[in-house]
């Protein structure tokens, strides 16, 4: 079946480093939709970007991802992280729902 | 305003006790979801109904129960509630057919003693 893999469970950095939070995944189909989510502490997952077309890049709020079918990932990436950053991501595919990843908590330190 | 809404934002029960929870939704959407999200953070889906039908029972406990009035609507009910039962339950919603892309209310917080 239909899969996501996050390789990180805890990612630690210094603010003011670039941030990279792998996804990868497994579908049968061809046209997916990926996304990625956000969790700040006490609150719900929202969205924070998604995609549908291969190879084109996706910004929101200063983060972006490339959807790449050639090689099944979505890895989300930061030029420069900040201390309200840190969150859980959740990297997640779409069939007729949702299926998610394990979840990365990202931790930015001073 | 357009949102998910769920109550209570939590509760404390004993085991054996029974509990509900409540989701509407006013984004005009046709699907809803319940989730449970655990201590590790992992997001598991429980159960979803697209117009009233449900589509995906995961392998729950049968003391679960989903309960949907309309397509606004998605209640939640645990008979006789057990510790492991203790977790942040995320109601969410979304468009069939459209990419399935989900909006998730702000969550109840179960904890059972």
């Known amino acids: 079946g239909d899969s996501v893999t996050q390789t990180e469970g805890l990612v630690t950095l210094t603010e003011g480093l670039p941030v990279m939070l792998n996804c990868t995944y497994q579908t049968i189909y061809s046209n997916p939709f990926l996304f990625w989510y956000v969790q700040h502490l006490n609150e719900s997952p929202r969205l924070l970007l998604k995609s549908f077309t291969d190879n084109k890049r996706t910004e929101h709020q200063g983060f972006h991802a490339t959807l790449h079918k050639s090689s099944s990932s979505f890895h989300l990436q930061k030029s420069s992280a900040q201390l309200s950053d840190s969150a859980l991501y959740y990297c997640?595919?779409?069939?007729?729902?949702?299926?998610w990843g394990s979840g990365t908590k990202l931790i930015i330190k001073p | 305003e357009t949102a998910v809404f769920q109550t209570p934002n939590y509760h404390v029960t004993q085991v054996g006790n029974e509990v509900s929870f409540n989701c509407k939704q006013t984004l005009g959407h046709d699907t809803m979801y319940w989730y449970k999200q655990d201590s590790k953070k992992l997001l598991k889906i429980m159960f979803s109904y697209n117009n009233k039908q449900l589509i995906v029972n995961e392998t729950v406990p049968r003391r679960f129960s989903p309960q949907s009035s309309d397509k606004a609507h998605l209640n939640l009910r645990i008979k006789s509630v057990e510790p492991e039962d203790s977790a942040v339950y995320l109601c969410a919603s979304s468009a069939w057919g459209d990419s399935y892309e989900q909006y998730f209310g702000p969550g109840t917080r179960l904890t059972v003693l």
């Open positions: 997640a595919l779409s069939n007729y729902q949702l299926i």
